[in-house]
């Protein structure tokens, strides 16, 4: 049993706070992705759930264990780095193999375990090569089997694949959803990337300035973010928003009003569609937003069409199907009503009813 | 609240295996460098003498100034001690004047592309990589009166009539000793000052090329106060090693006057005349010169020591 | 036109003359080392003949061999004690972080900057009752104390460049610091163990003040004290065949050394901005 907890976790570097009082749980098993904007913390977390970096305050607990003072290397975890972070004087099995060596498992198991490892990540005929004479994707495969050799209870993983061009990441970060599949390993994922953090997650842990904004499948996340910041982090093209006044289930601003489904709130409020959830308005419906085309980006399979709302806000929509709207000409929007999302003055979800 | 720092085992172990790492070092530099040190210190208020260190008596400050039988004695009142410190002073202030505007003369040179570079490259690496003793043979034979190439080379551009006693006379010596040192350590100059103009950006070279501005302009007003934090490196360096500067004075004149430094007349006193105490007061002085004039030093020009090329 | 082809000319011949004066010593060294009996009192700018009889009186008039020898081995063993204490302090230094460290770098650098006369009474107090006066190992104690500061310093810069990553890697596979240290960082200094080192041995094999005043016997001495010594029969007469054929000797294999090794030694140099 590997879950991890986290209790008031804070990090200071000198005066500056990186990490607040942070609480989080994560179960046996599971894999969570940390995701926030540079600077966040999430190479500091990852690197003080490793032992790597001192904890100011608060403590850590892995598989029940306290582990907030215990050397890294006690601890049971192991770590994909981003740059790979490869031994370059050692041939790729013996970097697999180094973290055994230096706990003196008897030479047979290492290498059984190592060449079962090497078969299991498709690097086997690549042993007897220096890493300098690697691919980047084998690289970080072998970065990755030597996470995995040394059978840790918790996995982390940092940026993994951002060294990697785009082709490669995708099928690396299927080869991970594969291994987590198969090896059931409590891991924690750092991650630029919204489609990696989003199809690899079974939970994802949103992190702004050092706290955590909101944990939760990713679904939900997308789907019922709990915050504005969370609502415009996740996605692209990014949730558009509106700035409106809320009065009897009704959104108002100078761009339309928006008939919302909230019976108590009143007051000025931030209304979010996502871009998929705008379309033009066609036919006899008549449109609940005003404004003008801008840009048309041709995507292939979608376009996605600018629009200056008639308060001045910047609107994003898909349109997939017919002419798009020529730039310059007026249009009327529509929404889709059962999927809008509202936030008070300060940032925070209005409870849908 | 932010509690006092939390090491986690390992951070811990990293530091206590810090200071075992480190402590072989201490205790050996402590041997070579601290406790001798403290001992020359020590010395220099006794009478000690070399064939028996233990039966010295203190005797204050009379190795620096005292007054005997009415008669001021000791290192201040010594006139060849200030002759030897002011030998030091100008041998010091003189080479690494001269130094500094050849080695930034080689640099300029070796930052230019030419064929045989590389060859000039190497070339430089010769006087640095030589003995200072062997230098010193070198370069008397070649200043030597009689025989020496200097002499004759001079005499046939007509530009002495006679030969030169270069080393003998007390007007002429210190300098060709100036003369050897400054063969001899150019290239240290040259060679910091060649990586620090390889890392200046080149733009602002094509910059004052396209506005046409003169060559001369450019590296006064340019390259000099680019490369001042390596020169400023180059320069403390050098200096604190031509103060202490003391085998090519010993091999090419012995101990004349007329270019004794402070570390030929200390080891005099010292080995050859066996008074310890004496010696040591004249090693401490230098010591406490030295240390005084690096204090100005930083305080004027603040060089960053520990990477100005970095 | 003309004005660039003046200019051309000028240029070389500033760089000719810059590069004569850099290796003519030795050259004329070369010259008179080649020339014995009254020859050697004709000025010669060009080699004229080549006799090797001063190459000989130099290893039969006096233990030469056994200088040479000497000197070697003072250099290895200084080289090996420096590298050795160096690499652990430098990891200390350079890559753990710890109260004190800072204070701890300037006053090594200080120690290598100091005017050795300022402790030679001490050492010679230290090496007497050690009762290794007249002994290399007392010159090999005594060269730790210009080799060890600088191989630290130039080893700690090179230290800290290399990548936290690989090291947090490192940790992670449970390597303890003395681990981290052998089996990581060691290979991977490789190319800089190299320039310390040769920095070091050049600076052990050419010191002069301390072998001149710790040695006494001909057969302990190192090979500058040795040089420096030569002497003729007459006081006045210096046997400057056998000086400069001497110098050669000891040059030769330093200057091979060192053009072998041209630009880790620059980098050396510049990167612990110390003087060999
Ligand atoms: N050793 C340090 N000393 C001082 N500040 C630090 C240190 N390490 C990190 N920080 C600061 O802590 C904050 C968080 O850094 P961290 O590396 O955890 O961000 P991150 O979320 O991983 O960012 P990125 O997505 O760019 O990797 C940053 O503002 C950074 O400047
Ligand atoms: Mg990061």
């Avoid at chain 2, 070399?50 to 009142?77: K, M, Q, S």
Wanted: net charge positive.
């Amino acid at each position: 049993m590997a879950e991890v907890k986290l209790e008031g976790v804070t990090k200071s570097f000198g005066r500056t706070k990186v990490i607040e009082g942070l609480d989080l749980e994560i179960a046996d098993g599971e894999l969570v992705v940390f995701v926030g904007p540079s600077g966040c913390g999430k190479s500091t977390l990852l690197r003080m759930i490793a032992g790597l970096e001192d904890t100011t305050a608060g403590e850590i607990y892995i598989g029940g264990r306290r582990v907030t003072d215990e050397a890294p290397a006690r601890r049971g975890v192991s770590m994909v780095f981003q740059s790979y972070a490869l031994y370059p004087h050692m041939k790729v099995y013996k970097n697999i193999a180094f973290g055994l060596t230096l706990a003196k498992t008897a030479k047979e198991t290492i290498d059984e375990r190592v060449r079962r490892i090497a078969r299991l990540l498709q690097i086997a005929d690549l042993l007897d090569r220096y890493p300098r004479e690697l691919s980047g994707g084998q690289r970080q495969r072998v970065a990755i089997a030597r996470a995995i050799v040394r059978e840790p209870k918790v996995f982390l993983f940092d940026e993994p694949l951002s060294n990697l061009d785009a082709a490669l990441r995708a099928q690396t970060r299927l080869e991970i959803a594969r291994l987590h599949r198969d090896l059931k390993a409590t891991s924690i994922y750092v991650t630029h990337d919204q489609v990696e953090a989003m199809t690899l997650a079974d939970r994802m842990v949103v992190l702004n300035r050092g706290k955590v904004e909101q944990v939760g499948p990713p679904g939900e996340l997308y789907h019922r973010p709990q915050t504005l910041f969370v609502a415009g982090f996740l996605g692209s093209p990014r949730m558009n928003f509106l700035k409106v006044d809320v009065a009897d289930a009704v959104a108002t601003s100078a761009a339309g009003a928006v008939p919302v489904d909230v019976k108590t709130f009143t007051g000025p409020a931030t209304l979010g569609i996502r871009p998929e959830d705008l379309h033009l308005a066609q036919g006899g419906t008549s449109p609940t937003i005003r404004g003008e085309a801008t840009l048309v980006e041709d995507l292939g399979e979608t376009r996605i069409v600018h629009v200056q709302a008639a308060d001045g806000t910047d609107l994003a929509f898909h349109h997939r199907e017919g002419e798009p709207p020529r730039p310059g000409t007026t249009v009327g929007l529509v929404v889709t009503s059962n999927r809008l999302h509202l936030f008070d003055a300060d940032g925070l979800r209005v409870p849908n009813t | 609240m932010v509690s006092p720092a939390r090491h986690n085992e390992g951070q811990r172990q990293r530091v206590r295996a810090a200071w075992l790492f480190l402590a072989p070092m201490l205790i050996v530099l402590a041997l070579v460098a601290l406790w001798p040190l403290l001992r020359t210190f020590y010395f220099s208020f006794t009478n000690a003498s070399l064939v028996d260190l233990h039966g010295r008596e203190g005797i204050g400050l009379g190795n620096y100034l005292a007054p005997v039988d009415g008669v001021w004695t000791g290192l201040f009142a010594d006139p060849q001690w200030w002759r030897a410190l002011w030998n030091t002073l100008v041998f010091a202030l003189a080479s690494v004047f001269l130094e500094t505007v050849l080695g930034v003369l080689f640099a300029l040179v070796l930052n230019v592309t030419f064929r045989g570079r590389s060859l000039m490259r190497a070339a430089l690496l010769v006087p640095w990589a030589i003995p200072t003793v062997v230098s010193a043979k070198m370069w008397s034979w070649m200043l030597n009166d009689q025989f020496g190439i200097v002499n004759d080379g001079l005499m046939r551009l007509r530009m002495i009539s006679e030969p030169v006693a270069w080393l003998a006379d007390p007007t002429l010596s210190l300098w060709a000793i100036i003369l050897v040192d400054v063969w001899k350590t150019t290239p240290f100059v040259a060679l910091l000052v060649l990586a620090a103009l390889q890392m200046l950006p080149k733009d602002c070279y094509d910059a004052a090329k396209v506005d046409g501005i003169p060559a001369w302009k450019v590296f006064f007003h340019v390259t000099l106060p680019l490369i001042r934090p390596a020169l400023a490196v180059a320069v403390i360096f050098r200096f604190l090693d031509a103060m202490r500067m003391f085998d090519l004075a010993y091999v090419m004149t012995g101990s004349s006057d007329a270019t004794m430094t402070v570390s030929v007349f200390a080891r005099r006193q010292l080995v050859d005349f066996q008074d310890v105490g004496y010696g040591s007061a004249a090693s401490t002085l230098l010591f406490l010169v030295i240390g005084l004039l690096t204090l100005l030093y930083l305080r004027a020009m603040r060089p960053d020591l520990s990477g100005a090329r970095r | 036109m003309i004005r660039r082809h003046l200019r051309r000319s000028a240029f070389f011949v500033l760089v000719a003359g810059l590069f004569a004066w850099l290796v003519f010593p030795l050259y004329y060294a070369f010259v008179t080392s080649l020339r014995s009996g009254s020859a050697i009192f004709r000025v010669s700018w060009l080699p004229d003949g080549a006799d090797f009889s001063n190459y000989v009186r130099v290893f039969t008039e006096q233990p030469f061999g056994r200088n040479l020898l000497n000197s070697f081995l003072v250099a290895t063993a200084v080289v090996a004690i420096s590298l050795l204490l160096g690499v652990t302090a430098a990891f200390a230094l350079g890559r753990v972080k710890f109260r004190g460290r800072g204070t701890l770098l300037v006053s090594i650098l200080a120690v290598s900057m100091f005017p050795q006369v300022a402790v030679l009474s001490g050492l010679f107090e230290v090496i007497r009752t050690l009762r290794l006066y007249d002994n290399l190992i007392g010159l090999v104690l005594a060269y730790t104390l210009f080799t060890l500061p600088f191989t630290v310093w130039v080893l700690t810069t090179f230290m800290r460049d290399l990548p936290q990553e690989i090291e947090e890697a490192a940790i992670l596979d449970g390597a303890t610091p003395w681990q981290l240290v052998t089996r990581v960082f060691l290979p991977l200094l490789g190319p800089a163990l190299v320039t310390t080192g040769l920095l070091a041995f050049i600076v052990a094999w050419n010191e002069f003040l301390f072998a001149l005043t710790f040695t006494l016997s001909d057969r302990q001495r190192t090979v500058p004290v040795a040089i420096a010594l030569i002497s003729g029969g007459s006081q006045h007469e210096l046997p400057w065949g056998n000086i400069m054929a001497a110098c050669v000797v000891v040059t030769v294999p330093l200057i091979v050394l060192v053009l072998i090794f041209q630009r880790r030694l620059v980098a050396g140099l510049t990167a612990g901005a110390v003087k060999g």
